[in-house]
């Protein structure tokens, strides 16, 4: 529950911790001395100079320590002196304390939850629910884009209603899964997963791929795509190899496109005839580049707030449809 002080003792909270901060920054400059002669920083710089289990960590009557004939010295003392906290003002300013610790300890503690308003669109999958969390922290693709994402692939690629036979898919900040899934349930043989928080890997994305009986074809990887980037890069054929289909859709103010399809650009991951999906918010388009690795980008579609890059071979790009 929040502790909240109202009126003057609002105030004289507000008062008494500027003091403590003004002395705190006072000592560090004055007393904590260089840890050796040829070191610029500060010894023990990051502890506490006064704690409400301890009081002031340091020994004002130490001559040592302390420059009499120092004003600034002479000032951090008076501020000492000065300042009186009665027990009802301490009680506070320690309740205060120990709600700062728990809220650092657990910064996020509500109850997630989930929904099953997503469906795999067609295929051998068609129909089937997805698990999806009821929160802003996964963003999946709208099933209205998906749909048509998928359609403009098959069509490119000349191949109906499935996508090409003994394909991959990698699909990067895969959330729900349901990108990946759409795939295999159109043809692809096998799938990774990359997620980076553990509740949608255990809650969400686990159990949609059971839900789908794909958990055979399939490997998830809990990591930051970033990262898992990098280190696939060096490795690629710890993953496979080369991916035939790659989707990219991150959380929009979460992720840096720069560096995310510098990463893309040079992976061994992307082959001469891989397929890029890459989704991302209007203000993101000038990042969005034409060429990545040995692919062109294709299509450039908007649907509604979501716009969508999609990257492949040469051969695939037509100037009048980008």
């Known amino acids: 529950r929040r502790h909240t002080v109202g009126g003057a003792h609002s105030q004289r909270l507000a008062s008494v911790r500027a003091q403590l901060n003004r002395a705190e920054e006072a000592f560090?400059?004055?007393?904590?001395?260089?840890?050796?002669?040829?070191?610029?920083?500060?010894e023990d710089d990051d502890d506490e100079i006064f704690n409400f289990e301890t009081g002031w960590n340091l020994d004002l009557e130490d001559e040592d320590e302390m420059d009499v004939d120092d004003p600034k010295s002479q000032k951090s003392a008076d501020i000492i002196a000065g300042l009186t906290i009665t027990p009802k003002l301490r009680k506070q300013l320690e309740q205060m304390e120990r709600s700062s610790k728990k809220t650092q300890e657990k910064p996020f503690a509500a109850k997630r939850s989930t929904h099953t308003k997503m469906r795999i669109i067609s295929g051998r999958y068609g129909g089937a629910r997805l698990l999806s969390p009821n929160d802003e922290n996964v963003r999946p693709m709208m099933e209205k884009v998906r749909g048509a994402v998928f359609s403009m692939i098959q069509s490119v690629l000349g191949t109906g209603n499935y996508l090409p036979d003994n394909t991959r898919w990698l699909d990067l900040f895969s959330g729900t899964g349901a990108v990946g899934l759409e795939g295999m349930s159109r043809g692809c043989v096998e799938a990774h997963f990359v997620e980076a928080d553990p509740w949608v890997v255990n809650k969400?994305?686990?159990?949609?791929?059971?839900?789908?009986k794909a958990s055979y074809d399939t490997t998830i990887h809990t990591a930051y795509v970033e990262k898992w980037l990098a280190n696939a890069n060096?490795?690629?054929?710890?993953?496979?190899?080369?991916?035939?289909?790659?989707?990219?859709?991150?959380?929009?103010?979460?992720?840096?496109?720069?560096?995310?399809?510098?990463?893309?650009?040079?992976?061994?991951?992307l082959g001469p005839n891989t397929i890029?999906?890459?989704?991302?918010?209007?203000?993101?388009?000038?990042?969005?580049?034409?060429?990545?690795?040995?692919?062109?980008?294709?299509?450039?579609?908007?649907?509604?707030?979501?716009?969508?890059?999609?990257?492949?071979?040469?051969?695939?790009?037509?100037?009048?449809?980008?």
Request: aromatic share 12%.
């Open 204 to 212: 969400v994305l686990g159990k949609n791929i059971d839900k789908c």
């Open 276 to 322: 890029v999906i890459v989704e991302y918010a209007r203000r993101e388009k000038k990042q969005i580049p034409d060429d990545l690795g040995p692919l062109v980008k294709i299509r450039d579609r908007k649907y509604g707030r979501t716009f969508i890059a999609i990257y492949g071979p040469l051969e695939l790009f037509d100037n009048d449809d980008v």
């Open 234 to 269: 060096k490795f690629p054929e710890s993953v496979g190899g080369t991916f035939d289909f790659i989707s990219v859709t991150p959380p929009y103010v979460k992720v840096s496109y720069p560096e995310l399809m510098g990463l893309l650009d040079k992976s061994p991951l």
């Open 28 to 42: 560090k400059d004055q007393f904590l001395a260089p840890m050796d002669d040829d070191d610029e920083g500060w």
